[in-house]
């Protein structure tokens, strides 16, 4: 910020009442909640309120979506190999077309923050993990959540 302070935390801008939805649910009451309540992310709370994981909608459209071959580099004499993280990809996409439970298709190696984490901390992380979406968790126990739109927001007010 120009006058040197650091500016507002995603305690202050975060969404606080968050729809959450248990790793236990299918991925057609996932596909639900999407729908009604129009959000792009769900954090994955277990019974004890303790955030799990993080379900996207583009993970719900990776289950109907067709399968990509990993892509291979020939390398002549040596044989072919599969192009870095091709693998990993084609595995993703076979877990989301086999899943039927949130918790089989949720991310496990979510980002998160706490709630006196800075918008800068935020958007870096937004931008270098390609999230929309970054839970504010203290303690395991989800306090709210910093999507895109909110970043925005702060913005258009500050400018």
Known sequence: MPDGSE???AAEIMTAEVVTIGPNATLAEAADVFAEKGHHALP???ADGRLVGMLTDEDLVATEAKVHMPTMINL????EFPWPGAMEKLKHELEAISASRVEQLMDRDFVSVGPDATIEAIATTMRDRDVSHVPVVENGELLGIVARAD???HIADTT
């Open 7 to 9: 500016g507002p935390t």
């Open 44 to 46: 994955v709370v277990d």
């Open 76 to 79: 002549g004499a040596f044989g």
């Open 151 to 153: 970043l925005i927001r």
